[in-house]
């Protein structure tokens, strides 16, 4: 049994390692820092016998922001990979693994670790920390929606923490067919993230408009907006992690013509989980009419992801 959990465990950290350097394009993630524990007696377990002493991090990341200027985003990861299914009533377990994570944000605040961190980094102000917990399951479907099922739950009020982020296994599979395949198909050196005008990076968006640095806050979004370079031409692949929907699809036209900044771009992709052109394209058309900039086949093309031979 204790073979099965060890090996459980490596996996897991084999799939936090895949998903944040392969995947998201982190070149810097710290595996497996340790911080002391400054709140011993608040943070023990009920039933140890003695103080807290310390935190383990799974894993640990920092970029200076492209999304607000001056500042610095901290990711520490809390990785809970399950060999079986997900639990059929998660709550419980889940405000287990979020106090636990809450706890390791509360002292890492104050810990050398981050100072140490700060001091790497130059021009920055501000530094913002995000928990983030990677509770991943071997057997349930790629596609099981965790984060809907624990959205509701409350936790308890005496937790200190700004942010945490839960990553399930459809999230996770939504990066994976959208990021890496799309990395896969052009090559790393060729794809970039896509940042947005925040209204808070006005001096970062004139310089880059794109780059490497996946922003956490993206993991809030079922939006990924990618950018491709191949012989000269320069695409807009944009994901969306939901089906094909006549009202939605206008707002995503006027999303990606919000990305005038990033200048002569050839082709706009829009990429659903569910498009059948059979029954969709006319729905398609009709809408085009407000956006004469775009011809369906040409410079616009909207597809399903993952595809099939249907597709």
């Avoid at 001056?70 to 009533?89: C, F, M, N, Q, T």
């Avoid at 790497?120 to 928990?131: A, D, Q, R, S, Y």
Wanted: contains cysteine; charged residues 25%; proline residues 2%.
């Amino acid at each position: 049994m204790g073979e099965w959990s060890k090996s459980i465990g490596e996996k897991g950290e084999y799939i936090v390692k895949f998903i944040f350097e392969n995947i998201l394009n982190f070149n810097s993630l710290i595996e497996n820092p340790s911080i002391d524990c400054i709140k011993g007696f608040k943070h023990k377990d009920k039933y140890a016998e003695s103080n807290k002493s310390s935190h383990g991090i799974d894993g640990l990341i920092s970029y200076k922001s492209p999304l607000e200027d001056y500042s610095l985003d901290i990711g520490i990861i809390s990785s809970k990979y399950v060999g079986g299914e997900y639990p059929k009533y998660p709550s419980t377990l889940f405000k287990s693994h979020i106090k636990d994570l809450a706890q390791t944000l509360e002292c890492f605040y104050n810990s050398k670790l981050k100072n140490n961190i700060n001091q790497n980094f130059t021009g920055v102000n501000k530094t913002e920390i995000f928990g983030i917990l990677v509770w991943l399951s071997n057997t349930s479907d790629l596609n099981f929606d965790l984060v809907s099922k624990v959205d509701n739950i409350q936790i308890d009020t005496d937790l200190v923490f700004d942010k945490i982020i839960l990553l399930d296994n459809s999230k996770v599979n939504f990066l994976y067919e959208s990021i890496f395949r799309t990395k896969e198909i052009f090559g790393n050196d060729n794809v970039d993230f896509v940042y947005h005008n925040s209204g808070l990076n006005f001096t970062s968006i004139q310089e880059n408009s794109y780059g490497k640095i996946f922003p956490l806050n993206y993991l809030y979004s079922d939006i990924i907006a990618l950018r491709t370079a191949k012989n000269n031409r320069i695409t807009l692949s944009i994901f969306i992690n939901d089906d094909f929907e006549e009202e939605q699809f206008v707002q995503l036209l006027n999303f990606a013509k919000s990305f005038d900044h990033l200048n002569a771009v050839d082709k706009i992709i829009l990429s659903y989980k569910t498009y059948d052109y059979l029954t969709n394209e006319n729905i398609v058309k009709e809408k085009l009419v407000k956006f004469p900039m775009y011809k369906l086949g040409e410079n616009l093309e909207i597809k399903k992801f993952p595809s099939d031979f249907r597709n």
